[in-house]
């Protein structure tokens, strides 16, 4: 009986313990270095002549656990989204901890062509540390239908810049070792030759400095080889129909298997259509329950 009064106190002792680290836990906040503001500098000064799209910035209530996941009751999602001739939807969007704080925890950038173009999906989630997660780094461009899309013959004279961002960031690639495409092999047939799968690595600041303002020049130099590469291009109209059906099927891909879509779907709830589908990819796809 004694024994089992000094269980029931330990186990009494542990709970109010965890509940202590749990109501004072804070995420820690990551300097970028200013990276992340350059680059939506960069991206805004690239459309500045282009449609801004109707989308507005969302901002969330958060309860438990989300609220410790990002370290604050409320977060704000200002989404950005322009169209051209050949874009359908180019959108920006940023995790603001808390509202107008300025600090992101992210930079998250999108190019889905419009279907008369054939044209791969460009695209970037430069993350920084979370609970549990490193710092990472995706950026690609999406062949949504290898069999009429090729690489070589869209980017053409811009192939030497896309393998000069390459050879920026080959040391800070990620390995097999290092989880490389496990959560995301859902997305195997549409990953490029030219994906940068980025680890942040670990050490001080200078260490990391060089890291963030690596993958930064590799986005700018990838980006203007895509923009200069779409701006060759002619529309292939009798192409529209079939480009929009591999597009939705790549979608509806991240949708059902996306480790954070499935996150955002229970944060967003009612505004995820709204806010994902509608506004930063622009795809017209009924997605059901």
């Not at 709970?15 to 680059?39: H, Q, R, T």
């Not at 282009?50 to 209530?61: G, M």
């Not at 990838?222 to 002619?234: C, D, F």
């Not at 996306?258 to 509608?278: E, P, S, T, Y």
Request: charged fraction near 25%; aromatic fraction near 14%.
């Amino acid at each position: 009986m004694k024994a089992l009064k000094i269980i029931g106190c330990v186990i009494v002792v542990i709970a109010v313990m965890i509940g202590i680290f749990i109501a004072s836990f804070k995420p820690s906040k990551y300097e970028d270095f200013g990276v992340y503001n350059d680059l939506k500098k960069f991206t805004l000064e690239k459309f500045a002549t282009a449609k801004a799209r109707p989308v507005e910035t969302i901002t969330l209530k958060l309860s438990f656990p989300y609220s410790k996941i990002f370290g604050s009751d409320v977060i704000a999602l200002p989404l950005k989204s322009f169209e051209t001739e050949k874009i359908a939807a180019a959108s920006i969007s940023q995790f603001e901890v808390p509202p107008n704080s300025g600090y992101f925890r992210d930079f998250t950038f999108n190019i889905r062509p419009n279907y008369a173009f054939k044209t791969p999906v460009f695209h970037i989630d430069f993350m920084k540390p979370s609970v549990g997660v490193p710092g990472l780094c995706s950026m690609d461009v999406f062949n949504v239908d290898p069999e009429n899309i090729n690489y070589e013959k869209f980017f053409g004279a811009e192939m030497e810049n896309v393998k000069k961002a390459m050879a920026l960031v080959a040391k800070y690639q990620r390995t097999v070792e290092q989880g490389r495409g496990k959560i995301t092999k859902y997305l195997d047939p549409y990953k490029s030759p030219y994906r940068m799968e980025l680890q942040e690595p670990k050490g001080d600041e200078a260490v990391r400095k060089a890291y963030y303002q690596a993958a930064g020049e590799a986005f700018k130099i990838m980006l203007t080889a895509y923009l200069k590469s779409l701006e060759a291009l002619s529309p292939e109209p009798a192409y529209a129909t079939r480009h929009e059906q591999k597009m939705q099927e790549m979608v509806m891909a991240l949708y059902k298997n996306d480790v954070a879509i499935n996150l955002g779907k229970k944060i967003f709830k009612d505004q995820f259509k709204k806010f994902w589908l509608d506004s930063f990819w622009n795809v017209k796809l009924e997605l059901g329950e």
